[in-house]
């Protein structure tokens, strides 16, 4: 997979702009998310927000949350989600950044999750709940490993 910083300077050489879209991991099941994000690559995309499903979802609307709630009864979590990451890295050209709340992740433990994520071809974390003023552990590991960290502000 590309890292998004590339992408954003690929098209910055070529005067465009980004297009991104957003894919709830496991909806409508897990194993169509691979064939989700194939497609849209092959459509042109510039890159994918590849969102982990999470219980409480305050940060997003009734559509996603419906999305994410159907994903979590179905099955999705953070292990499989990394299954499915990586058969998407053996195909996917675009860069994918990782959208999740950070429960998830500081439970998963954050150095192993960055790992995970970094291992497997994901190049940035979007983080929906952390404040930027708590984030001081998260973006000195992100570093580390050059992972972009991308907050909701």
Known sequence: MMR???????LRKKKKKAFI???PFGFPSIKATKGICLTLQDAGVDAI???IPFSDPLADGPIIQKATTAALSKGANIDNFFEELSQLE?????????MSYYNPIFKFGLAGFLKKMKQLGASALINVDLP????????KEARK????TIFFI
């Open 145 to 148: 490993l050059n992972i972009d």
């Open 21 to 23: 879209v957003y894919i």
């Open 132 to 139: 930027i003023e708590e984030g001081a552990e998260y973006i």
């Open 4 to 10: 998004l910083e590339d992408k954003f300077k690929e």
């Open 90 to 98: 053996k195909s996917l050209k675009i860069p994918v950044a990782i």
């Open 49 to 51: 927000e590849l969102g």
